[in-house]
Structures are given as structure tokens and as C-alpha cells.
T-cell receptor, first 114, second 112 residues
Framework: DSGVTQTPKHLITATGQRVTLRCSPR?????VYWYQQSLDQGLQFLIQ???????AKGNILERFSAQQFPDLHSELNLSSLELGDSALYFC?????????????FGPGTRLTVT | GENVEQHPSTLSVQEGDSAVIKCTYS??????FPWYKQELGKRPQLIID?????GEKKDQRIAVTLNKTAKHFSLHITETQPEDSAVYFC???????????FGAGTTVTVRA
């Protein structure tokens, strides 16, 4: 157990809908990262927050957004869902945003869009 | 940004033999290289990492080597066991970026 929690574990929804994925980092960690893992694309970085502020953006679609709250938990919002959004979504946390810091992954949320 | 290539994509070894996975990265400024193990349906787990000021690091049956000149790093698993069967991902971190760039993964199967 990495100490990072994610809810829900599984989510099944229809195209066009909107969902929210939630992540709680390890105690004391200030940075949260979101990754998407599709069968054919491996692990893709989406976005990072540090202590409530956005730090880095990867290949995140405009239909997706995220935020980190004062208690450091983070939410990833996915809207206008398409079949291709079906994937495992992981969040990871690290103590700070220094360049050589380990990232620990949560158990993931499996999103299925039908 | 950083581009990471990982080889091979699949690897089958006999129990007790060694397994080696190789990764190359594109930006010589990258300075942090973790390896993750992911079992089916589970989260990636950090198993070992190496920083750019070190050439080799070992942890029991697992070792990682880094060649900064050639811009490649490798994972070595010795005395493989069935529980080593998983997908292994290498990653590299560019110092002016905060993301990890992952390789495509290697599916390792240890045959009993």
C-alpha cells in the first residue's frame, strides 16, 4: 500500500457524460500527479499540482481539468466523455516538487465509457 | 521534453536466469531514472531508481546501471522468480519539467 488513495475504483458511464475522479496523496506529500494508462499508449502524464497550484501540464485534453484543494486532495474532471477515454487513471504523489523526487502511485480508477 | 524508448517489449526467461531491460532517453539533461513494476490491474510500484550522479545501484536481486554518455539505463534482475512476472516501466525526468516520461513497458514472464 503506497498510502495514496483513489476513488472510485471502477466507473462505468456513457458517452457525453462527465465524471470526477478523486485522489488523496500520502500524508505530508504536497505534489499530486495524474496519469492516464490506455492499452495502446502506456502511462501518459496529464497534469501536476503542487500545494494547490498547477505546476506542469502534459497531454491533457481541454475536456479534462483538475484541481488540488487546501487539504491537498485532488480531483480530475473528465467531461464530454468519448469511448477513447476508457482507461486506467492513476494519481501519484511526492513530498515536494523537486526534480529528483520519488512518485508513489495510487491504486487507480478504471473508467469505462460505453 | 523527454522521449524514452524501452526494449524489449516482451521478455520470457527461465526461473533462476537473469533478465535485462534497456531504456534510452533523448535529453542529456535528464537526471532521475526510476523503474516501476506493474502487476495486472494494479498500480505501478517503484522498485528502484537512480540519479544522474550515480552509475550503478543495487537492491538485493535488482540492479540499475546508468550510462550518461550513451544516454541509456538498464534494469537487471538476477535469479528470477515467478513473482517477478509483471510489466516493467522505465522513466526519465527532465530537470526543467516536473513530469516523468515513461517507456512503453516490458512484459516479463518467468517460466517455472
Amino acid at each position: 500500500d503506497s498510502g495514496v488513495t483513489q476513488t472510485p475504483k471502477h466507473l462505468i458511464t456513457a458517452t457525453g457524460q462527465r465524471v470526477t475522479l478523486r485522489c488523496s496523496p500520502r500524508s505530508g506529500d504536497l505534489s499530486v500527479y495524474w496519469y492516464q494508462q490506455s492499452l495502446d499508449q502506456g502511462l501518459q502524464f496529464l497534469i501536476q499540482y503542487y500545494n494547490g497550484e498547477e505546476r506542469a501540464k502534459g497531454n491533457i485534453l481541454e475536456r479534462f481539468s483538475a484541481q488540488q484543494f487546501p487539504d491537498l486532495h485532488s480531483e480530475l474532471n473528465l467531461s464530454s466523455l468519448e469511448l477513447g477515454d476508457s482507461a486506467l487513471y492513476f494519481c501519484a504523489s511526492s513530498p515536494r516538487d523537486a526534480h529528483q523526487t520519488e512518485q508513489y502511485f495510487g491504486p487507480g480508477t478504471r473508467l469505462t465509457v460505453t | 521534453g523527454e522521449n524514452v524508448e524501452q526494449h524489449p517489449s516482451t521478455l520470457s526467461v527461465q526461473e533462476g536466469d537473469s533478465a535485462v531491460i534497456k531504456c534510452t532517453y533523448s535529453d542529456s539533461a535528464s537526471n532521475y531514472f526510476p523503474w516501476y513494476k506493474q502487476e495486472l490491474g494494479k498500480r505501478p510500484q517503484l522498485i528502484i531508481d537512480i540519479r544522474s550522479n550515480v552509475g550503478e545501484k543495487k537492491d538485493q536481486r535488482i540492479a540499475v546501471t546508468l550510462n550518461k554518455t550513451a544516454k541509456h539505463f538498464s534494469l537487471h534482475i538476477t535469479e528470477t522468480q515467478p513473482e517477478d512476472s509483471a510489466v516493467y516501466f522505465c522513466a526519465a525526468r527532465y530537470p526543467y519539467d516536473y513530469k516523468l516520461s515513461f517507456g512503453a513497458g516490458t512484459t516479463v514472464t518467468v517460466r517455472a
